[in-house]
């Protein structure tokens, strides 16, 4: 997806509205009119909610002011472990996603292999960044559940019965496995693009300046890849932090992540304090903040240089 | 690039390490699904999953609110990318802020706000979260980022307000200019989105579930619990029906740069 | 001894295509040479193979007399500047020049007094602490000509440095480049597709065609003299017309109804024989009576005021010339219409060679 918020070229929309016979006053007061569906549709489906949110996660259960339900979370352990496994997987699979797919972005865009294998993760990547979800998790649990091929290989090679010797994958390590599976598309697909903004013409001015490839990468290559690559690594993390569907399908809700004790808050006041389900929620939408808006950050600085 | 051998076959490792791991849950899944009959490979798992009836209700829903999220995704939003190219584009800003929210409000965290806010609604006899309006309203949420930078790509693309001027000064209305200018030029843009908002509703699990409705994902999730077999099926069905829609998406984006987008879950 | 040897150098790409066929060439030390040819002739695949980032598929390539046909770019020596500037987007523009001297290792003193030096010659004194981005694209150039002659090359190689700029800069910046080359004696390889550009700062031209050398020679040469049909059309604009040899060793050709005379007759072929022939616009002229050399009736049928030039179109029996006069506001042009004779001298009418 094309997070790459570019500076948008309105110069020539200043100049105000097509030729119309009426007084400009007059018609500017009502073209916001025009966009009443859409701020109904932002106020009560996305920025309400989020404010409902917000205040809610003060609100003692007798209906005050408090900030005890942010305390709380710090004070529940389970809770704490909730945030812990969260942060741990999304950290794992942005690292693991981060590096490998910058790898695989890389070997596919550099020239090195040829041009259809390009195209070709490209758009498995495509397929593959959406493929999460339950169909994902089952298809982990085919592969290395107690059933799966995997599992049933390495006891077979290895002679032993690796199922009943503590072959556990319904963890984070696991899910980390499987989260990889679309984090690791997200960042070939977000990464290429500005990858393939890395001119050859740079390399080449170094070399003729009289550099070594090591000199190349080390003062031209890494430096104006890394913004995007930061930014990449970091949109990864918010999306692993995000992530429901497939954690509850490949682990069911004994696995203690964020989401999933929110989502078990959605379906029965599990934690006894809805101001605290709200304060989690809260937690979610600053991380994801922090995240999106260091994702923009990064790739608007890799955008100018790579233009 | 300077291509020695060490960097290339480093690269062809690493290009293969990755083909590896991601073809291995296909196969597995594969495997696994041909193996309902004891002793043989067959299809059986398949015949299954389409003799049930609840497969076909589910995904009947599932197609349902698919296409009633498509047709309010592309009436709001390219009603709203026109509008804002054409009279406001000062409040590009804001408008690019809130079509970036859904990445900021993960679905749990947005059905959690939004059950909070509508559950105790209801005029008369009419309950909202009996009827699938939360559901549909979820979704539209969750295309906003797809569908709108798409067709905002495609309005920037066809530089909305120069056609627009051409087309008043050779007579035409309001109207005749939006259908018979406009939205020709945005069919690239406006299938692409319709196939992305597509690919994410149909697999959709998370929003379905909490709120209680049926949905081609939540049958998946019960066929994960209840059956052995037939989820493998599912989820190879699954898998390749995404595949023929980025296909597709591919195919009807093909002139236009930048265009292939994905549905992160 | 040359500066630089090209022997017989090709290039190709698959089996059966050749960007560049047997080139071969000596460029003396201190020449500022142009590759000049449309798109495809191979003129930047050469240059590329001088700078080391394509290697001949035969011939050899010698610099100073020591063979760098294989040597990889980072040890030949040569300064690059290409067309879309590579300028590094990370660093300021002083971090771009001072590249390479920080690479062989200088001390940063030295490093920083050759910056301010090649800023100045570049004339962009007060810009060391900016970032390409902020600069035009003229100035972006500059400072990658000053990057390149910042480590002192043998050879400076550019590679259709203006192409990405507006009209005008491309006129002074050219002049620039020209008066920076002359004045550090820097032997340098200049390709452009732009016949002016290759024209007015080169001492010598290599037109290119096809991957092969047409004709190499000064840019009064080259323009007064082209040798082949393909260079007297790309290079200047040209009249061209089919004539009929009457009497090829007086020089005698027949246009339709009228007669030519030119003294140009080594290459006219037999008697019978149909001959392509250009004249410049600018050596035909509106005559008054008593002209010597050609004298031929012509229709005017266009007149177009280009400033400093006009030029005035007209049909002689059914060809169509081209006449360039210099603008005089106070002599009367002819009308539409109007009958006239044009005169020419006949060492203007050049017979082309179709190779």
């Known amino acids: 997806m094309s997070l790459l918020a570019k500076k948008v070229d309105t110069s020539r929309a200043k100049t105000g509205d097509a030729p119309e016979a009426r007084p400009f006053s007059n018609r500017r007061n009502w073209d916001w009119l025009g966009m009443l569906p859409f701020i109904l549709y932002g106020l009560l489906l996305l920025i309400l909610p989020s404010v409902s949110i917000v205040i809610r996660s003060f609100e003692s259960p007798e209906g005050g002011f408090t900030i005890n339900n942010i305390i709380e979370i710090f004070r529940r352990t389970d809770l704490l472990n909730a945030y812990k496994n969260s942060l741990i997987i999304s950290l794992l699979t942005a690292l693991v996603g981060g590096i490998w797919g910058f790898l695989i972005a890389y070997a596919v865009t550099s020239g090195a292999l040829p041009g259809r294998i390009r195209n070709f993760v490209l758009t498995f990547s495509g397929v593959a960044s959406n493929f999460a979800g339950v169909p994902l998790a089952f298809a982990f649990i085919a592969t290395i559940g107690n059933t799966g091929l995997i599992t049933r290989g390495v006891s077979y090679l290895s002679g032993v019965n690796v199922v009943q010797h503590g072959w556990k994958v319904y963890n984070i390590w696991g899910l980390s496995l499987v989260y990889l599976y679309f984090q690791l598309p997200l960042m070939i697909l977000v990464l290429s693009p500005a990858l393939d903004g890395l001119k050859r013409e740079w390399r080449e001015a170094s070399d003729t300046l009289g550099g070594t490839g090591w000199h190349y990468w080390r003062n031209v290559g890494i430096p104006i890849l890394l913004p995007a690559v930061l930014g990449s690594t970091i949109l990864l993390f918010g999306n692993a932090f995000g992530a429901y569907a497939t954690a509850f399908a490949f682990a069911g809700s004994s696995l203690n992540l964020i989401t999933i004790v929110i989502g078990a808050q959605i379906q029965g006041d599990v934690l006894f304090n809805p101001g605290l389900g709200n304060a989690l929620a809260l937690g979610m939408i600053l991380i994801m903040s922090l995240s999106l808006y260091g994702y923009m950050y990064l790739m608007r600085t890799a955008a100018r240089w790579t233009r | ?265 | 001894m040359a500066f630089i040897q090209i022997r017989n150098v090709s290039k190709a790409f698959s089996p059966n295509t050749f960007a560049v066929r047997d080139f071969s060439m000596e460029i003396g030390r201190g020449e500022l040479v142009s590759f000049l040819g449309p798109s495809g002739c191979g003129k930047t695949t050469t240059l590329r193979m001088v700078a080391g980032f394509e290697i001949p598929t035969s011939g050899t390539i010698f610099i100073k007399d020591t063979d760098i046909t294989h040597k990889p770019p980072n040890q030949r020596n040569v300064g690059m500047v290409f067309q879309a500037y590579a300028l590094f987007p990370n660093m300021t523009v002083a971090g771009n020049i001072g590249y390479g001297l920080r690479i062989a290792k200088r001390p940063p003193a030295e490093i920083e007094q050759r910056v301010k030096e090649m800023l100045a010659l570049v004339h962009m004194a007060n810009f060391g602490d900016r970032y390409p981005h902020q600069l035009s694209g003229g100035q972006q150039q500059r400072v990658a000509l000053a990057r390149a002659l910042a480590v002192k090359p043998e050879v400076l190689l550019l590679d259709e440095p203006l192409s990405a700029l507006d009209a005008k800069i491309r006129v002074s910046l050219r002049g620039e480049i020209r008066t920076i080359q002359k004045e550090l004696g820097i032997t340098t390889i200049y390709v452009t597709h732009d016949q002016e550009e290759a024209l007015s700062i080169s001492d010598r031209i290599v037109v290119m065609n096809g991957g092969r050398i047409e004709q190499i020679g000064s840019p009064f040469d080259i323009y007064n003299f082209p040798q082949t049909e393909f260079i007297a059309q790309f290079v200047g604009t040209l009249n061209a017309v089919k004539v009929e040899v009457k009497d090829a060793a007086a020089g005698i050709l027949r246009l339709e109804n009228q007669t030519i005379k030119t003294t140009q007759t080594s290459d006219l072929g037999k008697n019978g024989d149909q001959v392509m022939i250009a004249i410049r616009p600018e050596r035909l002229s509106i005559s008054a009576d008593g002209a010597a050399g050609n004298v031929l009736e012509a229709t005017v049928e266009n007149i177009t005021f280009l400033g400093a030039i006009v030029r005035i179109q007209v049909k002689i029996d059914q060809a169509t010339f081209h006449i360039d006069t210099f603008n005089d506001p106070f002599i009367a042009l002819p009308q539409i219409k109007q009958k006239v004779h044009v005169a020419f001298p006949e060492e203007a009418v050049m017979a082309l060679k179709n190779k």
């Open chain 2, 1 to 265: 690039m300077k291509k020695n051998k060490a960097s290339v076959f480093f690269m062809w490792f690493v290009f293969i390490s990755g083909m590896i791991y991601f073809f291995l849950p296909l196969y597995a899944t594969f495997d696994f699904s041909l193996r309902m009959l004891k002793d043989r490979l067959s299809l059986e798992a398949y015949k299954e999953v389409f003799k049930d009836p609840n497969f076909y209700t589910n995904f009947g829903y599932s197609m349902v609110w698919s296409v009633v999220t498509i047709l309010i995704c592309m009436l709001l939003f390219t009603w709203t990318a026109y509008w804002m190219h054409l009279k406001m584009p000062h409040w590009r800003p804001y408008i690019e802020f809130v079509s970036l929210l859904p990445f900021v409000v993960p679905a749990v965290v947005l059905i959690f706000g939004l059950i909070r806010m509508y559950s105790r609604v209801s005029v008369g006899s009419f309950n909202l979260l009996g009827t699938p309006i939360l559901l549909i309203a979820t979704y539209v949420v969750m295309a906003m980022p797809y569908m709108f930078r798409s067709v905002d790509a495609g309005l920037r693309a066809i530089d909305v307000r120069t056609l627009t001027e051409a087309g008043q000064c050779l007579g035409a209305s309001r109207s005749q200019i939006l259908f018979q200018i406009i939205f020709p030029n945005l069919r690239v843009s406006l299938l692409n989105g319709l196939f992305l908002t597509f690919a994410i509703v149909i697999g959709e699990y998370t929003v379905a579930s909490l709120l209680g409705w049926p949905s081609f994902g939540v049958y998946i999730r019960y066929a994960v619990a209840m059956k052995a077999y037939e989820p493998a099926a599912l989820s190879l069905i699954s898998f390749l029906m995404t595949w023929v829609i980025m296909m597709i998406v591919q195919y009807v984006g093909r002139g236009s740069p930048g265009q292939t987008q994905i549905a992160t879950h």
